[in-house]
């Protein structure tokens, strides 16, 4: 479970930054493509997220930390892109959106669960 939930924030993140870059090059059809397809993977973040929660015997403060986090990059990742398409000063957001990415990994692998299949 771990490496699906891996794989989907890699691909996700991946799929924001051809969204940006499809924008940036006037291709809204494409763009509005991509942003669907990273909706999609929003939920794959979660429920496998999820799934590696549950699959713990007891959840730990730091745990919930992590989870909830998750959420907020996942937010951040709609905010910018909703920012975007409006031509809106995405600056502040993408600071925070660092951090909390950040946050999210660094929080994400010094938890003690290690490589659950
Ligand atoms: C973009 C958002 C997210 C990123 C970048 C991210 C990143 C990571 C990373 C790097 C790991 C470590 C995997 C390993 O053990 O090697 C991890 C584990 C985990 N993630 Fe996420 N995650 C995100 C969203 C979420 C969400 C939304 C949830 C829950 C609702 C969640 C729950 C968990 C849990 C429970 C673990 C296991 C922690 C452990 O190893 O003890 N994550 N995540």
Redesign the pocket.
């Known amino acids: 479970m771990?490496h699906a939930?891996?794989t989907t924030?890699l691909i996700?993140?991946i799929l924001f930054f051809v969204a940006i870059s499809l924008h940036k090059a006037g291709k809204q059809r494409g763009f509005k493509i991509v942003q669907m397809i990273l909706r999609l993977f929003y939920l794959l973040?979660?429920v496998?997220?999820?799934m590696?929660?549950f699959s713990?015997a007891a959840i730990s403060t730091m745990?919930w930390i992590?989870?909830i986090?998750?959420?907020v990059?996942?937010g951040l990742?709609e905010m910018i892109l909703g920012s975007t398409t409006k031509g809106k000063s995405t600056g502040a957001v993408w600071v925070i959106f660092v951090i909390a990415?950040v946050a999210?990994?660094y929080?994400?692998?010094s938890?003690?669960?290690?490589?659950?299949i």
């Open positions: 771990t939930h891996i924030w996700a993140l973040i979660i496998t997220g999820v590696l929660l713990m745990h992590k989870a986090l998750g959420i990059v996942i990742f990415f999210v990994v929080l994400g692998l938890l003690p669960l290690g490589f659950y």
